[in-house]
């Protein structure tokens, strides 16, 4: 049988029309999250594999797109570095990084054990792809992790700062500290990430959400070596990578070079000129504006088609937002995103 048309597109091969899935295509815009968030909490949810694998499902259902991302959150593999967290609902660190002293004392352990309940609700939502899917060509299964840069975004105290420039402030006053602390994240999103691959994912994408915060030399000092050194790992092993960077149109050319097997941009860089950015060999994903998703259902489809009408012939392509889908948003309209794409390319 066909692998999934998503994995397709991240082996370089001819599609029909080009995949559509949401980031954070599961959570509070959906009536039926909601419902189960106000029985459990939302560490409860994650780390109970049959919640995960029913709330990673909630929009399989309804939206029908060609990709399910299980339902976790970055936050969770810095449990195996010895953070405690907990979520209000934006993350929260109790013991965050706060010297060059924390860093040297972090231990390491496995996140494949410490978060095996991710592992378990991939196992499940594996299962329940291929059932539904029959003798049909099934849906992939993605894992994700936080990129290095992100991860230490969250676990670093940030005292007086907005945006993580405490996290700006201390890599620039300790450097040596930042890259011992990078590369033991690195470690454990390697591991994380190969075990989700294990468990039954068809590929894994990496955030890199707050890339965008750095200019060109610190992401080429703090992030870009973390992240390949992770695209490496995954190729070794046979996997397949999407490498998502916000607010990044003034790293496009650093990030060609990372190896990903798809770059997946958000709405201020151009699809046009993102294309010309980056090798042929490299796809693109990306990158309507979240918040155009609370236009009208007519509004979200011409946008949808001008979206699609920017990618060159011939070139790899995954639809999907610039960023996560916002909590009130209507499900209609992403509903009408995800089918104005699946009718295929506009005229
Ligand atoms: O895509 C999916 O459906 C899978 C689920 C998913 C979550 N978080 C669930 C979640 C994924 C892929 C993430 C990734 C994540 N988490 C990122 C990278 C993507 C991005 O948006 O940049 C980041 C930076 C985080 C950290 C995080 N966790 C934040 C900033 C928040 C608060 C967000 C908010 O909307 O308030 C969370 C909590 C979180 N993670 C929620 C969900 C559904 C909301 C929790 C709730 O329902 O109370």
């Known amino acids: ?119 378990d609700a991939l196992r499940l939502v594996r299962r329940e792809l291929e059932q539904e899917a029959g003798t049909g060509e099934r849906k992939a299964l993605l894992g994700f992790a936080g990129a290095p840069w992100t991860l230490a975004c969250y676990l670093i105290e940030q005292g007086i700062y907005k945006h993580f420039q405490g996290t700006q402030v201390f890599f620039a006053r300790e450097p040596q500290a930042a890259l011992e602390f990078l590369g033991k994240i690195t470690e454990i999103t390697e591991a994380y990430l190969l075990a989700q691959l294990e468990s039954g994912a068809d590929a894994v994408q990496l955030f890199d959400s707050w890339a965008g915060n750095l200019g060109i030399d610190d992401y080429r000092r703090f992030s870009l070596p973390f992240t390949v050194r992770i695209i490496e790992t995954i190729h070794r092993a046979g996997g397949k990578i999407i490498l998502y960077l916000g607010g990044s149109s003034h790293l496009l050319a650093a990030a060609a070079e990372s190896g990903a097997d798809c770059l997946s941009v958000d709405w201020r860089t151009d699809l046009t000129i993102a294309f010309e950015s980056v090798p042929k060999t490299m796809a693109l994903q990306g990158n309507l504006d979240p918040c155009h998703l609370y236009q009208s259902a007519a509004e979200v489809v011409q946008d949808t088609e001008s979206m699609l009408r920017r990618v060159p012939e011939q070139r790899r392509y995954i639809a999907n937002l610039g960023h996560g889908i916002l909590p009130e948003t209507p499900r209609e309209n992403a509903k009408a995103f995800v089918d104005t794409v699946k009718r295929g390319w506009p005229k």
């Open 1 to 119: 049988m066909n692998d999934p048309l998503l994995v397709r597109a991240l082996k370089n091969e001819p599609l029909e029309r080009a995949p559509v899935w949401l980031m954070r295509q599961a959570g509070r815009y959906l009536e039926e999250y909601r419902a189960l968030k106000a029985k459990y909490s939302f560490l409860e949810l994650c780390k109970n594999p049959e919640l995960a694998a029913e709330v990673t499902m909630q929009p399989i259902r309804f939206l029908q797109p060609d990709a399910a991302i299980i339902f976790a959150d970055i936050m969770l593999p810095a449990e195996a570095m010895g953070f405690s967290i907990d979520f209000q609902p934006g993350p929260k660190v109790f013991n965050p990084v706060r010297s060059a002293g924390d860093i040297r004392a972090l231990t390491l352990e496995d996140p494949a054990v410490k978060s095996s309940y991710v592992m």
